[in-house]
């Protein structure tokens, strides 16, 4: 970990802004905010949850010229227009197994009672749960567990937490409990263990719930494509390295005693982060669950299948009948011209975009195996969500050994949301000096590109990250909506026709 000798903590009356109005800007903000001695402002180009952040994922779809009431939409404007945004990321899993990264551990054991705290006060607003502890199911793809699965039970139980997990001794048994899985037990993934502490959270409400709280402790919000929108950071034209404050789009500048920048897949491309992060593209996807099987899909528990391995991952049906599953591996790349820093290709500006064809193939062949149910439905929905994926998988939280004055939050590597409650009161522990276990893991690193290393869960992954659309690779391009449904998936032109795609 690289010391910043030239940071010093904000003092009592400072003016304190962050950039990025997601996970770790939101909890940041109102972990700040509970001091009740600083000034806090917000900056966010979209209104939030915002529409291009791996938490919510919204996809503008129509202009219109009024305000139409929506409940299943957000609605943010541009000049004269109105935009509509489809909420199209609808989870995230909240786990506690780690391996051997106990700290991840640790502090989701804290998560997990805020959590609970965030339900009880949504109940009380008559408002959904935000937390559903349906467990988490980790398989293992062979007759033993992974180094990873084994691990996350030594670790879990050796804490003391060992009456959360529930551990299947035989086949039989996962399919007694679980008999969703019969096929997927048949198909090899016959070990498994159930943590019955884990679930999945609604990702745009746990957002929104957190910016309410904002609100309500008097954190300010900028929000706009210009005036929330930040263009640089503003230096002292007088000392070229000490940050007073920020530029945005409309030409304003707003000057901050210091400057947090929570800005995630983003980052790489706004300041130099010494290669400590990449923008990473992971792939997503949705079925619309059939009736026959909604009953039985509503109670599945999260589940991992061999997640260390093969990256596959998916959650039950929500209310609306979705059904998502992810891949987290170690993702695409997407450079930019000028300078070859990847950074996030959106359906903002891509509306057209769905997930590489190379990665349609793959989520088929393995849900084949695992889901053989889905092998006849069409995928209604898929997505590039973009991680900041950190050099060796923890968070980069540490001042910035270039600037005086700025704070760098990010590096979330795909697995930050879970611990959007409690991570803002370690990243108030850093800006304000105090050392921790945490300051000391997510601190500045001195390492380089040739040391980079996934996080645990994808720690038997291999790390070869590919280059998103790029020419003369088939495998890269995007897949068109008709290469979703299910009747090209088995046929020549989507398994065998590499030459076409």
Same mark, same amino acid.
């Given at each position: 970990?690289?010391?910043?000798?030239?940071?010093?903590?904000?003092?009592?009356?400072?003016?304190?802004?962050?950039?990025?109005?997601?996970?770790?800007?939101?909890?940041?903000?109102?972990?700040?905010?509970?001091?009740?001695?600083?000034?806090?402002?917000?900056?966010?180009?979209?209104?939030?949850?915002?529409?291009?952040?791996?938490?919510?994922?919204?996809?503008?779809?129509?202009?219109?010229?009024?305000?139409?009431?929506?409940?299943?939409?957000?609605?943010?404007?541009?000049?004269?227009?109105?935009?509509?945004?489809?909420?199209?990321?609808?989870?995230?899993?909240?786990?506690?197994?780690?391996?051997?990264?106990?700290?991840?551990?640790?502090?989701?054991?804290?998560?997990?009672?805020?959590?609970?705290?965030?339900?009880?006060?949504?109940?009380?607003?008559?408002?959904?749960?935000?937390?559903?502890?349906?467990?988490?199911?980790? @398989?293992?793809?062979?007759?033993?567990?992974?180094? @990873?699965?084994?691990?996350?039970?030594?670790?879990?139980?050796?804490?003391?937490?060992?009456? @959360?997990?529930?551990?299947?001794?035989?086949?039989?048994?996962?399919?007694?409990? @679980?008999?969703?899985?019969?096929?997927?037990?048949?198909?090899?993934?016959?070990?498994?263990?159930?943590?019955?502490?884990?679930?999945?959270?609604?990702?745009?409400?746990?957002?929104?719930?957190?910016?309410?709280?904002?609100?309500?402790?008097?954190?300010?919000?900028?929000?706009?494509?210009?005036?929330?929108?930040?263009?640089?950071?503003?230096?002292?034209?007088?000392?070229?390295?000490?940050?007073?404050?920020?530029?945005?789009?409309?030409?304003?500048?707003?000057?901050?005693?210091?400057?947090?920048?929570?800005?995630?897949?983003?980052?790489?491309?706004?300041?130099?982060?010494?290669?400590?992060?990449?923008?990473?593209?992971?792939?997503?996807v949705q079925f619309d669950t059939p009736d026959h099987l909604r009953k039985s899909w509503e109670t599945l528990p999260v589940w991992c299948g061999d997640i260390s391995n093969t990256g596959f991952y998916g959650f039950p049906c929500n209310a609306?009948?979705?059904?998502?599953?992810?891949?987290?591996?170690?993702?695409?790349?997407?450079?930019?011209?000028?300078?070859?820093?990847?950074?996030?290709?959106?359906?903002?500006?891509?509306?057209?975009?769905?997930?590489?064809?190379?990665?349609?193939?793959?989520?088929?062949?393995?849900?084949?195996?695992?889901?053989?149910?889905?092998?006849?439905?069409?995928?209604?929905?898929?997505?590039?969500?973009?991680?900041?994926?950190?050099?060796?998988?923890?968070?980069?939280?540490?001042?910035?050994?270039?600037?005086?004055?700025?704070?760098?939050?990010?590096?979330?590597?795909?697995?930050?949301?879970?611990?959007?409650?409690?991570?803002?009161?370690?990243?108030?522990?850093?800006?304000?000096?105090?050392?921790?276990?945490?300051?000391?893991?997510?601190?500045?690193?001195?390492?380089?590109?040739?040391?980079?290393?996934?996080?645990?869960?994808?720690?038997?992954?291999?790390?070869?990250?590919?280059?998103?659309?790029?020419?003369?690779?088939?495998?890269?391009?995007?897949?068109?909506?008709?290469?979703?449904?299910?009747?090209?998936?088995?046929?020549?032109?989507?398994?065998?026709?590499?030459?076409?795609?």
């Open positions: 970990m690289t010391e910043n000798k030239h940071y010093t903590p904000p003092i009592p009356g400072s003016k304190i802004i962050i950039v990025g109005g997601g996970c770790f800007g939101l909890s940041t903000a109102y972990a700040l905010a509970l001091k009740n001695q600083y000034e806090i402002q917000v900056f966010n180009k979209y209104p939030i949850p915002s529409p291009d952040a791996a938490s919510c994922g919204n996809k503008k779809m129509k202009e219109r010229n009024t305000p139409p009431p929506t409940s299943t939409t957000i609605l943010f404007h541009a000049n004269t227009s109105y935009f509509l945004l489809k909420k199209t990321d609808i989870n995230k899993i909240v786990r506690m197994d780690y391996a051997n990264d106990t700290l991840y551990m640790h502090l989701m054991v804290e998560a997990l009672g805020l959590w609970h705290q965030w339900n009880a006060e949504r109940a009380a607003q008559n408002l959904e749960p935000v937390f559903h502890p349906s467990g988490v199911l980790m @398989f293992s793809g062979k007759d033993s567990y992974s180094d @990873f699965e084994r691990d996350s039970l030594k670790q879990i139980r050796e804490a003391g937490y060992g009456h @959360f997990v529930e551990e299947y001794k035989t086949p039989e048994e996962i399919i007694q409990k @679980f008999p969703q899985f019969k096929k997927t037990v048949e198909n090899g993934f016959k070990t498994a263990y159930l943590n019955k502490a884990g679930g999945w959270c609604n990702s745009s409400e746990a957002v929104k719930h957190i910016y309410d709280k904002c609100i309500q402790e008097g954190v300010q919000f900028v929000m706009g494509e210009k005036k929330g929108c930040m263009e640089k950071v503003y230096c002292d034209p007088k000392n070229p390295n000490t940050i007073v404050g920020i530029k945005t789009v409309d030409g304003q500048i707003h000057y901050a005693d210091r400057v947090i920048l929570c800005t995630g897949s983003w980052t790489a491309g706004l300041i130099d982060m010494h290669h400590q992060v990449v923008a990473t593209g992971q792939q997503v609306n009948g979705k059904m998502k599953v992810g891949k987290h591996d170690s993702g695409y790349l997407n450079p930019r011209m000028e300078d070859e820093v990847s950074v996030p290709r959106t359906q903002m500006a891509h509306t057209d975009d769905t997930i590489p064809i190379g990665g349609l193939r793959k989520f088929r062949q393995f849900l084949d195996k695992f889901l053989p149910d889905t092998s006849n439905l069409d995928i209604s929905y898929a997505r590039v969500c973009w991680y900041s994926d950190s050099i060796d998988g923890d968070f980069v939280i540490s001042p910035h050994p270039d600037f005086k004055n700025l704070v760098i939050a990010t590096g979330d590597s795909g697995h930050a949301l879970k611990f959007i409650p409690i991570v803002g009161f370690k990243i108030r522990d850093i800006i304000e000096g105090v050392e921790t276990d945490y300051s000391r893991a997510w601190g500045w690193r001195d390492m380089n590109t040739k040391e980079t290393r996934l996080d645990g869960i994808r720690a038997d992954s291999l790390l070869q990250r590919l280059i998103l659309c790029e020419a003369n690779n088939d495998d890269c391009r995007m897949s068109t909506k008709e290469e979703l449904k299910a009747h090209n998936y088995g046929s020549t032109r989507l398994v065998m026709n590499k030459s076409r795609l």
